[in-house]
């Protein structure tokens, strides 16, 4: 049947006013081209449905001409064979049809069959067609003289002859031969015959059902044709209707405009006589107003008059006065000048003499220098030259490389691509970690040209390198959709502008009040002599707060100290050039920073007034300049290589500490109705809030939306990645990298604090309003793992299995190192998933196992339990619930991940405190995973394990009912020595079944 919209035409609607026909009016041409459109769409349709029909019926067509012709094929058949008869020739003398009764034939002394024969007749064919008969003739063998007697007395001896019994005995045996062979041959032809029959039964029914279709296509087609003429016709008759419609409605459309036009002209004229009444009014007031105003300029000019005349008599008098009080003062400068000048000479000819000896100093221990770069120069050149023959000689003995020493994580100059799988390879990790992918390998043996055999891994890795990973010899610098990025930007701005209003909407008045009288009046930079001062009070500031005494820390808040140096730090930023000198010179700010430092030093109440009285996001705004200024915003700049070292200075990190600092205290803090009194002003503002927990959620949330939004993960991400080799000797870039992970570790914990999702890590209904674990996510944990994979690599320590024992790490790198894993593990609790897709992906895999290995390697040598106990909680979380990343610590050089955990010393089998932590995390990593308990039972009983777990769940009942009052803590949600917060609850007793099971 039709559609509805082409078999009626709409009806329009009965009654309603002149507006309401003018938008009906309006819709017509819509509704319309709407009906145009389908009417198009359903001529479209019904051509393709005619095509397809035309050529469903030209199939069918071929099929039954094949069908025709097989049966008259099968017709022939079965006549021809009816038609054969059956002789087998009897003849006592015939040795050829007993030959035949047999099988064979006797040919030339030799038993063949007649396929043999026709063979043979065959190859002799082209002989016989090159030669004439003479040269046949001449070709055959002469025979030798007295041939042909000897033959005629052979055929013509008695004994050849045979007697009657013995012709009419082998008579007999070949007509039984021949009756034999009648009758099976007779056979043979009935069964033929009764096959040809049946398949010519088949072949007719299957033209009978090809005819049937053909005669039902023909009902279609002729169906199909009544419905397109039914359709055509209501298209018509559709068309005639809307054609009256239209004329209908453009005389209706005319009247309305006229009526409109009357009504509009009649409302024009009296708005011009109110106008013109109006502006009646207004010129008589304004004469009046105007002579008002001309009489009192003329009394003001009188009162001027009279004070300009004693202001310059007074002028006067202090003219005269201050010439005096001038002459006086220079008189006593130039005296002062007489005096200093003197000085200066004496304090010049011992610097001079001091400079001396320092240059002498300076270039006697820059010659050792240079001469120490360049032994290290020559030792790094031949370990290269080694390396590259090693690697040269994998290549052409065809071994694979291998993977377990650590390749180098930094960017190629030229980066590669595999052109099996399309990938991109920018760096050595990637290009190890993808060859080693099940993905790649799999392709590989299914493209490779060997047959019969499957392919080895060191073929498979051979083969790759040689043929599929490829240089990419033109990139494109181009950025990648450039307007979508910006336009993210401009939205992630006007975002941010309005979570600052929305968070500075409280107290804007009374900021500004308290900046005008603490605003410096000149404009320029500052004068030795204020910078002198301002040392001076920041240095005694810092003195008093150094010993952390929280009525200090208050005290100095109370008096407005953290706004004084929120002013002081404010020459840092320009609103037109961020290349701009700061009118306070460098050191000042650094220490004006370690003075706000101080001031919020484990000091909850302050730390808890800086976040409600938003003067955090000043600190980010600052935080975000300094990124700013020295890491450029382009494309390249996510390439790491791009930011300026000047960022690793004091001002940066100490903004740094700070901030990781705040987050600390309000993490320490989390509101339980009584930290907050010092802030009762700022709290008491929040009454549309239901609670003071809502209120700090609703800050922290709006804190984090905004750091998210500015960019200052993205920046942080850069800086990461600048860093590409060791920090020993580099204490600035080790303290900012430690800072820097810091203050990632406690937004991670803020946000999970505050994010309104249940306590449960292994929870999967998430709720991230913030954007947080999205831009980690696109940043890959803001390359903290790459900086930790170069920090560690890059240095003297190539392979953490063949270092001795004097080669280690240094304190500052062992720092950086905790920071990171501390920084994982918390983005871990906060999103499982994320963290194990992100961590376990090609390239990072490979680095995180390096990583983790050399830890346990440098932790089994030293003594450092903070370093090893965020491994191994890194380990466990890694793994959890995850058969590929569990694969990655079972791979490698041995002693693996998983054996280096495993081997372990003895008190972390013993302790109940040291076995809370490691065993949560060898429960994660061998769970539903038969080849790593294996390993794990090489190491230890699987007993433990299983007791372990059963012990926790003998106790989960009665800590329970203790923690479900103390939900509101959040350190209770963070306890790694809970087994319920690294490993799933519901997963216990399968474990435990699991590691009992023999």
């Known amino acids: 049947a039709p559609p509805p919209d082409l078999a009626t035409p709409p009806s329009p609607a009965p009654g309603g006013g002149g507006a309401q026909r003018a938008g009906a009016a309006g819709a017509e041409p819509a509704a319309r081209r709407g009906a145009v459109l389908r009417r198009h769409s359903m001529a479209e349709v019904l051509a393709k449905k005619e095509e397809l029909a035309d050529r469903l019926e030209k199939a069918n067509e071929e099929a039954i001409a094949s069908a025709i012709a097989e049966e008259e094929q099968l017709t022939r058949e079965i006549e021809a064979e009816e038609n054969n008869d059956i002789n087998i020739e009897t003849d006592n003398d015939s040795d050829f049809s007993a030959s035949m009764g047999n099988g064979s034939i006797s040919f030339c002394g030799m038993s063949m069959d007649w396929n043999d024969v026709l063979a043979d007749y065959e190859a002799r064919e082209s002989w016989r067609q090159s030669n004439s008969w003479g040269d046949r003739v001449e070709e055959e063998p002469a025979r030798p003289p007295g041939h042909g007697i000897h033959m005629h007395e052979k055929l013509s001896s008695p004994s050849r002859k045979r007697t009657i019994a013995e012709s009419k005995k082998k008579h007999e045996e070949k007509q039984m031969k021949a009756q034999q062979l009648r009758e099976k041959l007779r056979e043979e032809k009935t069964l033929k015959l009764q096959k040809l029959m049946e398949r010519e039964k088949d072949v007719r029914k299957w033209k009978e059902e090809l005819l049937d279709q053909r005669r039902r296509m023909m009902e279609e087609k002729l169906l199909h044709a009544e419905f ?21 409605e453009i005389a209706f459309i005319n009247t309305l405009e006229a009526q409109n036009k009357r009504h509009d002209v009649l409302n024009k004229l009296k708005e011009y006589e109110q106008r013109l009444n109006e502006l009646q009014e207004e010129r008589q007031r304004r004469q009046e107003e105007k002579q008002a105003r001309d009489e009192a300029v003329q009394e003001r000019k009188r009162a001027l008059e009279a004070e300009r005349q004693a202001r310059v008599e007074e002028l006067l008098m202090k003219r005269k006065e201050q010439e005096a009080r001038i002459e006086q003062q220079r008189q006593e400068k130039e005296k002062a000048r007489e005096d200093a000048a003197r000085e200066r000479a004496r304090d010049r000819e011992e610097r001079l003499a001091a400079l001396t000896a320092a240059q002498q100093e300076a270039m006697e221990e820059l010659q050792k220098k240079i001469q120490l770069k360049h032994d290290e120069s020559i030792r790094r050149h031949m370990e290269q030259i080694e390396q590259r023959k090693e690697k040269a000689a994998e290549l052409s003995s065809g071994r694979h490389a291998n993977t377990d020493y650590a390749p180098k994580l930094t960017p190629y100059e030229r980066k590669k691509q595999c052109s099996l799988c399309s990938v991109m390879i920018s760096s050595e990790v990637y290009l190890f970690s993808h060859i080693k992918g099940k993905k790649h390998q799999q392709a590989v043996r299914e493209n490779s040209s060997i047959q019969g055999r499957e392919l080895s891994d060191e073929e498979v890795e051979h083969l790759s390198l040689k043929k599929y990973i490829v240089d990419i010899v033109i990139e494109s610098s181009l950025p990648v959709e450039p307007l979508k990025e910006g336009e993210e930007k401009q939205k992630n701005k006007k975002k941010a502008k309005k979570l600052k209003a929305r968070m500075n909407s409280r107290l804007q008045r009374l900021a500004k009040d308290l900046f005008k009288h603490l605003q410096m009046q000149d404009s320029g930079l500052l004068a030795n002599n204020k910078v002198s001062a301002l040392d001076r009070t920041l240095g005694e500031i810092s003195r008093i707060l150094e010993k952390e005494n929280t009525a200090d820390q208050i005290a100095f808040r109370a008096a407005g100290g953290l706004t004084a140096l929120e002013h002081v730090l404010q020459a840092v930023t320009s609103p037109t050039n961020l290349n701009a000198i700061s009118r306070v010179p460098f050191k000042s700010l650094c220490n004006t920073v370690n003075a706000y430092g101080l001031t919020c030093s484990n000091c909850t109440e302050n730390c808890t007034y800086i976040l409600f009285s938003n ?75 239901s609670s003071q927990v809502e209120a700090f959620n609703s800050r ?141 992906a090609e390239g990072l895999s490979l680095a995180f196992r390096h990583i983790t290995s050399s830890l346990l390697w440098y932790c089994s040598q030293h003594t450092c339990e903070r370093l090893l106990h965020e491994v191994i909680i890194c380990v466990g979380y890694f793994t959890v619930n995850n058969t590929d990343n569990q694969i990655i610590v079972q791979s490698g050089r041995h002693p693996t991940v998983l054996q280096k955990l495993c081997q372990l010393p003895f008190q972390y089998f013993s302790d109940p405190r040291l076995i809370k932590v490691l065993f949560p995390s060898l429960i994660a990593a061998c769970y539903n995973n038969s080849q790593n308990k294996i390993i794990l039972e090489q190491e230890m009983s699987c007993v433990l394990l299983a007791t372990f777990i059963q012990d926790f769940a003998q106790s989960s009942g009665q800590m329970d009912n203790q923690l479900s009052h103390q939900r509101e803590k959040f350190f209770n949600s963070q306890d790694y020595l809970e087994l319920s917060n690294r490993f799933p609850r519901q997963s216990w007793e399968e474990a435990r079944q699991f590691f009992l099971k023999k």
């Open 228 to 248: 397109k003429r039914e359709v055509q016709l209501q298209a018509i008759v559709k068309k005639a209707q809307e054609e009256e419609a239209k004329v209908n």
């Open 615 to 689: 003067k955090i996001t000043f600190l980010m705004d600052l935080l975000m300049h300094q990124l700013t200024v020295n890491v450029p915003d382009d494309h390249n700049a996510t390439s790491g290589r791009s930011a300026n070292k000047q960022v690793f200075e004091g001002l940066t990190t100490g903004l740094l500490r700070i901030t990781a600092m705040i987050f600390r205290c309000l993490i320490s803090s989390f509101p339980d109705g009584n930290n907050y009194s010092t802030a009762l002003k700022i709290i008491q503002e929040v009454k549309s809030k």
């Open 700 to 840: 922290v949330q709006d804190l984090i939306s905004y750091v998210v939004n500015i960019g200052l993960i993205d920046k942080l991400c850069c800086c990461f990645l600048s860093v590409q080799g060791p920090i020993d000797e580099n204490p600035k870039i080790a303290t900012f990298l430690q800072n820097a992970t810091a203050v990632l570790h406690g937004i991670c914990q803020l946000c999970f604090a505050v994010n309104g999702r249940s306590w449960n890590i292994f929870d999967n209904t998430r709720q991230d309003p913030t954007g947080l674990t999205a831009v980690l996510q696109s940043t890959d944990l803001v390359g903290v793992l790459h900086m930790l994979y170069c920090v560690l690599f890059h240095g003297t320590i190539s392979d953490p299995n063949t270092a001795s024992p004097k080669d280690s790490y240094a304190e500052n790198t062992i720092q950086v190192a905790i920071q990171s894993l501390r920084f994982f593990n918390s983005f871990a609790v906060l999103d499982l998933p994320a963290f194990q897709s992100i961590v376990g």
